[in-house]
């Protein structure tokens, strides 16, 4: 009857937080907005006279255009010529056509064209822009700006314009890409088809517990089952744990759990006035920015650098008496857990000083927060393992915990990391925790698909790597300390 119960209770549970988040992430998880780099401005085509033709070649990565954006040159003048925009195919079919009036550009000021609900099905398709002149002569025509460098979020860089890439001006290529910013819109499965996954999923949970509950009137050991049911029986022996190594850690000081506030407002403080002061930081919101960065990354480093020695550092017990040794691991992360949550306090109250608008995204911040409970443990066990038979890994955590600091991007953003490392960089699981929580506390909404799944993905990983380890060598600690 117990274990029906449970199980009615994770129904109820998988039920309310499917039908919740997808109330709340909706639009973020069904369509992203996208955009291509603008390319800087360096010289424009000459006055475009009637019947003149500029044109560009352009293959989208997303599934529909909602915009693009030009850089005019009106050569300090108002012009009355009117031009022909159209959006051309690969079999010249026209996709969208409108008349624009030049009286209303400015002189190199970026002017955008709407495509109203937005032109579908481009994605991977070779579209060209053309421009045509309608009435334009010597002294009332404008120039298509273009350029050899995009503008990218990590400054103006060179741009290696191909043949195909090349602005067109009555057929004729010039040395340059034109200037134009596209806006578009991806399409996730992952949203439009959420109802079918969440069915999926809640199909798995119903045969996993009928599986499970099967094998174990059997009589045969089940060991999610039995550790299950050992946490349960040893869950006073946890809380004491939990309580013990929370307080050893303030014992004998005047503040006490104060301290789990102060220490990351101090240290906002210091990083603070260093980096928007003297570094000239422009990230928006930096003091939240830097503050979400710092309490994520201190629980990492403490409940991993408590865990080195789990293991080790409860030797008397181990040798003594018998005790599920993966209660040592997981008390010194619900320790640090606690920390973290202390943590939160000061953060929602800089969310509201700073008065960050107050958005339902802030309901999805315990998703990174678990993420990251569950990678930290993970890591952990695995850590305090290779700690019982190579003693060094205490002094090798002490330097990867400094270098792990400044692969993060704590005070500083991503954007400056240099185009070929990104691929490597992103391979940092705090980096997509880290993320998570400032898209949803700053940019008040959901955070992309992509970034779901490498939260799910690093720490699932990192937790059944750990577990496997340590579940492998828990038999040889004994020998060991």
């Known amino acids: 009857m117990n274990s029906k119960r449970i199980f009615i209770y994770m129904i109820l549970t998988y039920i309310i937080l499917g039908v919740g988040f997808y109330l709340i992430a909706k639009d973020d998880i069904t369509y992203g907005n996208k955009s291509k780099d603008m390319v800087a401005y360096e010289m424009a085509c000459p006055n475009m006279v009637m019947g003149d033709v500029v044109s560009q070649n352009y293959k989208p990565s997303f599934d529909r255009l909602d915009s693009i954006t030009i850089i005019p040159?009106?050569?300090?003048?108002?012009?009355?010529?009117?031009?022909?925009?159209?959006?051309?195919?690969?079999?010249?079919?026209?996709?969208?056509?409108?008349?624009?009036?030049?009286?209303?550009?400015?002189?190199?000021?970026?002017?955008?064209?709407?495509?109203?609900?937005?032109?579908?099905?481009?994605?991977?398709?070779?579209?060209?822009?053309?421009?045509?002149?309608?009435?334009?002569?010597?002294?009332?025509g404008i120039g298509i700006g273009y350029g050899s460098k995009m503008i990218?979020?990590?400054?103006?860089?060179?741009?290696?314009?191909?043949?195909?890439?090349?602005?067109?001006?009555?057929?004729?290529p010039v040395d340059g890409m034109m200037c134009f910013d596209v806006m578009g819109t991806e399409f996730y499965s992952w949203g439009i088809y959420y109802w079918h996954f969440f069915a999926i999923g809640l199909v798995l949970i119903i045969c996993l517990f009928w599986t499970v509950y099967y094998i174990d009137r059997t009589g045969k050991y089940v060991w999610i089952i039995a550790a299950f049911k050992t946490l349960l029986n040893y869950r006073f022996l946890l809380k004491q744990m939990v309580e013990r190594d929370f307080k050893t850690r303030y014992k004998r000081s005047v503040l006490g759990s104060l301290?789990?506030?102060?220490?990351?407002?101090?240290?906002?403080?210091?990083?603070?006035?260093?980096?928007?002061?003297?570094?000239?930081?422009?990230?928006?919101?930096?003091a939240i920015y830097l503050l979400i960065g710092i309490i994520m990354y201190n629980f990492f480093s403490e409940s991993v650098g408590l865990n080195v020695t789990a293991i080790t550092g409860n030797s008397s017990l181990i040798t003594k008496?018998?005790?599920?040794?993966?209660?040592?691991?997981?008390?010194?992360?619900?320790?640090?857990?606690?920390?973290?949550?202390?943590?939160?306090?000061?953060?929602?109250?800089?969310?509201?000083?700073?008065?960050?608008?107050?958005?339902?995204?802030?309901?999805?911040?315990?998703?990174?927060?678990?993420?990251?409970?569950?990678?930290?443990?993970?890591?952990?066990?695995?850590?305090?393992?290779?700690?019982?038979?190579?003693?060094?890994?205490?002094?090798?955590?002490?330097?990867?915990?400094?270098?792990?600091?400044?692969?993060?991007?704590?005070?500083?953003?991503?954007?400056?990391?240099?185009?070929?490392?990104?691929?490597?960089?992103?391979?940092?699981?705090?980096?997509?925790?880290?993320?998570?929580?400032?898209?949803?506390?700053i940019e008040g909404h959901s955070p992309n698909p992509e970034t779901y799944f490498a939260c799910i993905f690093t720490s699932v990983m990192m937790l059944a790597i750990g577990c496997i380890v340590f579940k492998k060598n828990q038999d040889k600690f004994v020998f060991n300390l």
């Open 73 to 140: 040159n009106t050569f300090e003048r108002e012009n009355d010529d009117s031009l022909r925009f159209s959006v051309l195919d690969e079999n010249e079919n026209v996709l969208y056509e409108s008349f624009l009036d030049t009286a209303s550009m400015g002189y190199l000021q970026p002017y955008t064209i709407s495509f109203g609900e937005g032109i579908n099905g481009v994605k991977g398709k070779n579209l060209v822009f053309r421009f045509e002149s309608m009435a334009g002569s010597g002294n009332n």
């Open 259 to 286: 301290w789990s506030l102060l220490n990351p407002l101090m240290a906002m403080a210091v990083q603070y006035f260093v980096f928007s002061t003297l570094f000239k930081s422009v990230i928006e919101n930096y």
């Open 321 to 441: 008496v018998y005790i599920p040794k993966y209660v040592f691991p997981l008390a010194r992360v619900l320790s640090s857990l606690i920390n973290l949550l202390m943590s939160m306090i000061p953060l929602a109250l800089f969310l509201l000083i700073t008065r960050t608008h107050l958005s339902w995204s802030w309901l999805l911040t315990p998703f990174s927060l678990i993420c990251l409970v569950l990678f930290c443990l993970g890591f952990g066990m695995l850590l305090c393992t290779l700690m019982v038979f190579f003693r060094d890994v205490a002094f090798l955590w002490g330097i990867m915990s400094i270098f792990w600091m400044y692969l993060t991007p704590i005070f500083y953003s991503e954007s400056i990391i240099p185009e070929k490392f990104l691929g490597i960089y992103r391979m940092n699981p705090l980096l997509h925790y880290i993320t998570f929580m400032r898209v949803c506390l």
């Open 152 to 172: 990218t979020s990590r400054g103006v860089v060179d741009y290696n314009v191909s043949d195909n890439d090349r602005m067109l001006i009555n057929g004729q």
